[in-house]
């Protein structure tokens, strides 16, 4: 949590920031991952000013804030596949001499693909976490002028929304079970970015975030209401 006045400083300094999510949200191929018209501020041309032309770290895709909540979102592609353990049909992996004869080295080619492409978002999201952090820490705070009372916090959330996910209800299932499924990507995310909760410094001042979202494009829509109108 944080006791600085960020919510009428950001809406003060970086109002022309302010971009529609479906835009915020589209990936560099193009596709648009939450079709939303409500406005969030673009963390990525925050980040790129604050620096001023300095080597610029990563950051999340969109930034918002209230007077009791500061909300990260980084939209993330890339988790849907079309093959994975639990979707090849190996039945249709035969080799082309031999159409009878089915190719288990392709087949394993193709998801030892796939797994280090998702460790590859999965790294980068941490990255994403720690130096939006580390900007909002080190280069918003610095000038931010304002404070909140003591007895008055504000908390910090980490929210991704991807593109691959399973029905809530599921989700809540394996949960219950502690026997995360493979294929549950909600529950991998949760888990690479967990160490990123509930830190604290030596002298006992909270850390990083207070809470970790992991959301589906629908899940976030309704999520969001609490920050926008």
């Known amino acids: 949590m944080i006791q600085k006045d960020l919510c009428n400083y950001i809406t003060s300094e970086f109002s022309d920031y302010l971009e529609p999510i479906f835009l915020l949200s589209k990936s560099t191929e193009g596709k648009v991952l939450v079709k939303d018209e409500r406005k969030l501020y673009n963390f990525d041309k925050i980040t790129e000013k604050v620096y001023n032309n300095l080597k610029v770290p990563s950051s999340a895709d969109a930034l918002f804030a209230t007077s009791k909540e500061l909300l990260f979102t980084e939209f993330k592609s890339g988790f849907k596949r079309k093959i994975s353990e639990e979707t090849i049909d190996y039945n249709k992996l035969t080799c082309p001499d031999d159409n009878t004869k089915i190719c288990k080295d392709y087949a394993k ?4 693909k796939g797994k280090l492409e998702t460790k590859e978002l999965l790294d980068s999201l941490k990255f994403k ?6 900007t909002l820490e080190k280069k918003l705070f610095a000038f931010c002028p304002g404070s909140v009372p003591e007895n008055k916090h504000i908390k910090v959330i980490f929210c991704v929304v991807i593109d691959d996910y399973i029905d ?5 299932l394996t ?8 294929s549950n990507t909600l529950t991998n995310v949760r888990a690479s970015l967990s160490r990123f909760v509930g830190l604290k410094t030596a002298d006992g001042q909270d850390y990083f975030y207070d809470e970790i979202k992991v959301l589906s494009p629908y899940e976030y829509t309704q999520y969001i209401n609490r920050f926008t109108t």
């Open 109 to 112: 080619l193709l998801i030892d």
């Open 129 to 134: 976490a720690i130096e939006s952090f580390v």
């Open 168 to 172: 809530s209800m599921e989700d809540t």
């Open 175 to 182: 949960e219950l079970a502690d026997k995360p499924s493979a």
